[in-house]
């Protein structure tokens, strides 16, 4: 891929980059051999605003496209070439868990975020956590990142997703028919976007739990205004989820 487009920087008069700096296309080519790797990716966003810009708008983008070609392929398929709420915040949903602050969003207990190493996600799974009426919408949800042994809180998992085309979505119609409140302080971890609780707007159907291995009243998950989604979940004990997924498979 060759980039042709140049900027100038944008950060200040002092800034160094108005010397001059390597190209885009030399830049791209560095990263590329560095196989997009993401800490260098922030690295390089935090010289100037010029190369911020260039992150946000190249190098997130193909860091996406290299760690989850077929769902970007699919998130793209509608003809944009670009997805809500930007590459950057796409990039850091794809490899970091949000946790929970106490007094924050889910109230409960903290435990600190954190980068995963991989994570998994799923369009299937995506439609359990959607009502039957919204199931024609695309949600890729991830498997839970597991937090064990939270003293009274029990097993905690936490659970992330995006939605395609989410300005359009059936979800999103009856969020705003429902008159769904956004939430007045917390702000989505990746894009800093609103949040609507589909808790508080009764849009959680049973199967989330039964695709979790939760207790059926112990999921919660947000939505921000771009379609990304959090959740939280109390994770049953392994035998438990086992014949919970026996059952919801009958």
């Not at 885009?24 to 605003?49: D, G, M, Y």
């Not at 929970?100 to 980068?115: D, Q, T, V, Y």
């Not at 969020?175 to 508080?200: D, F, G, N």
């Amino acid at each position: 891929m060759i980039i042709t487009k140049q900027y100038r920087c944008i950060h200040s008069a002092s800034c160094k980059c108005t010397k001059g700096h390597l190209s885009e296309e030399i830049i791209f080519l560095v990263v590329q051999q560095l196989n997009w790797n993401p800490k260098s990716i922030a690295t390089l966003s935090c010289v100037c605003k010029w190369f911020d810009d260039l992150a946000k708008r190249v190098l997130w983008k193909e860091f996406c496209k290299t760690r989850a070609p077929k769902m970007m392929l699919d998130l793209q398929s509608s003809g944009s070439h670009s997805v809500d709420g930007n590459w950057r915040a796409l990039g850091k949903l794809l490899i970091y868990c949000s946790g929970c602050n106490k007094g924050g969003l889910f109230n409960s207990i903290h435990i600190p975020g954190h980068f995963v190493y991989r994570t998994r996600f799923s369009r299937t799974s995506g439609k359990s956590f959607l009502l039957p009426q919204c199931r024609t919408d695309v949600l890729y949800v991830s498997d839970p990142c597991e937090h064990l042994d939270q003293g009274d809180e029990g097993d905690i998992g936490f659970f992330r997703g995006i939605f395609k085309s989410f300005a359009s979505s059936k979800v999103r119609k009856m969020l705003i028919k429902r008159e769904a409140q956004l939430h007045p302080t917390e702000v989505c971890p990746y894009c800093k976007a609103k949040l609507w609780s589909m808790l508080q707007a009764k849009m959680m159907p049973a199967s989330a739990s039964c695709r979790l291995g939760a207790y059926e009243d112990a999921v919660e998950y947000y939505v921000c205004l771009n379609g990304h989604v959090l959740g939280i979940c109390t994770l049953l004990p392994l035998s438990d989820s086992e014949e919970a997924s026996d059952h919801s498979d009958a």
